[in-house]
């Protein structure tokens, strides 16, 4: 059985910072492209930053890029985001998830991936 497990959310407040991680189990994911995306309250699910199987490709949603920087360790089964500079509007839930695409191609779209964390909550205050 896949599972992807997220962890390392919390409150923060707003400037500070936080590194969520996921844990594969059933799976490799380094035959894997990986992505984290949030949802906010009343919102739908939207893309932060995904991460080619290797880790020689990354790519961010604007709204996040200079302040959160995704990365991977294939021999740990784990990806993980780093996530500095926290604003009150990235409160959400975060969601990792993985691809069976394994290359170069950018996977921004929920669409493109098949297996998805339960999500951790992530809370900045102002």
């Known amino acids: 059985q896949v599972q992807l497990v997220e962890s390392g959310g919390g409150l923060v407040q707003a400037g500070g910072s936080l590194r969520l991680s996921c844990a594969a189990s059933?799976?490799?994911?380094?035959?894997?492209?990986m992505g984290w995306f949030r949802q906010a309250p009343g919102k739908e699910r939207e893309f932060v930053a995904t991460?080619?199987?290797?880790?020689?490709?990354?790519f961010y949603a604007d709204s996040v890029k200079g302040r959160f920087t995704i990365s991977r360790d294939n021999a740990k089964n784990t990806a993980y985001l780093q996530m500095n500079s926290l604003k009150p509007e990235d409160t959400a839930v975060y969601y990792c998830?993985?691809?069976?695409?394994?290359?170069?191609?950018?996977?921004?779209?929920?669409?493109?991936?098949?297996?998805w964390g339960q999500g951790t909550q992530v809370t900045v205050s102002s």
């Open positions: 998830a993985a691809s069976l695409w394994a290359g170069t191609q950018v996977l921004i779209t929920t669409s493109r991936y098949k297996y």
């Open positions: 059933g799976y490799t994911i380094s035959s894997s492209n």
């Open positions: 991460i080619n199987w290797s880790g020689s490709v990354t």
